[in-house]
């Protein structure tokens, strides 16, 4: 059972571009969305994260965009530039319950110089 | 700091084999998870720990045993391994607050093949 749904599964962007990937929940106990960058043989490292008490949040280039009432959330990378190509995973947790995340699917971003 | 190792980094095995893999972190985190990692299902959580001595199942268990001796430690077994085990595994450590304070470290990876 797939809580979390993210798409597209890949993404190709020219520099300079706005990247956009988009995921949607069904559990409307998530209380902690964070988004992870991957890139190709490491380990996943925080990007960006977001409470739903919140519409949005930007650092640099990253912003989160949340909509409580659609149950869907969303990552704009402005800009994007090569170095950006990676696989990124949206997440999601419920506060209390050993912080276990439920992950999306993964969109691998490939931005073109 | 060494942040969150794993051991080994690769490793091919034959069905009906078993193995532990093993995670060490250094930041005197109490929660530690397992993650495996396939093609188009992202990640999934295997089991985790809130802290010494404790376990628990995450969303595919099943084939799976872990323990966690030691705060810095949490080794993931497979008791006889099976091709559908094929994957990405991944450790993970967090501090164990809520919310935004909840941030996962996770280590490099440990490619596992069973033939």
């Known amino acids: 059972q797939q809580q979390v749904k993210q798409s597209p599964q890949s993404l190709i962007v020219q520099k300079g571009g706005i990247s956009i990937i988009n995921c949607a929940y069904e559990n409307t106990a998530f209380d902690y969305f964070p988004w992870y960058q991957q890139f190709p043989g490491k380990g996943p490292a925080l990007l960006i994260a977001i409470r739903p008490d919140v519409s949005e949040k930007k650092e640099g280039r990253f912003t989160i965009s949340f909509n409580k009432s659609a149950k869907q959330f969303s990552l704009h990378i402005m800009d994007s530039q090569p170095g950006d190509s990676a696989t990124y995973f949206c997440a999601a947790s419920i506060g209390g319950q050993g912080g276990k995340l439920i992950f999306g699917q993964g969109t691998e971003l490939s931005v073109k110089p | 700091n060494a942040g969150v190792t794993q051991t080994p980094k690769f490793r091919v095995l034959k069905t009906g084999q078993s193995m532990t893999l093993l995670c060490a972190q250094d930041?005197?985190?109490?929660?530690m998870y397992w993650y495996r990692q396939d093609p188009g299902m992202g990640l999934r959580l295997i089991h985790y720990s809130v802290g010494e001595g404790t376990t628990a199942k995450g969303e595919v268990p099943d084939g799976y045993n872990v323990s966690r001796l030691k705060k810095q430690n949490f080794l993931l077994g497979l008791e006889s391994a099976a091709p559908s085990q094929t994957s990405v595994y991944f450790c993970?450590?967090?501090?164990?607050?809520?919310?935004?304070?909840?941030?996962?470290?996770f280590g490099p990876g440990t490619r596992l093949t069973v033939l």
């Open positions: 993970a450590s967090s501090y164990g607050g809520a919310g935004l304070t909840d941030t996962q470290y």
């Open positions: 930041m005197n985190h109490e929660y």
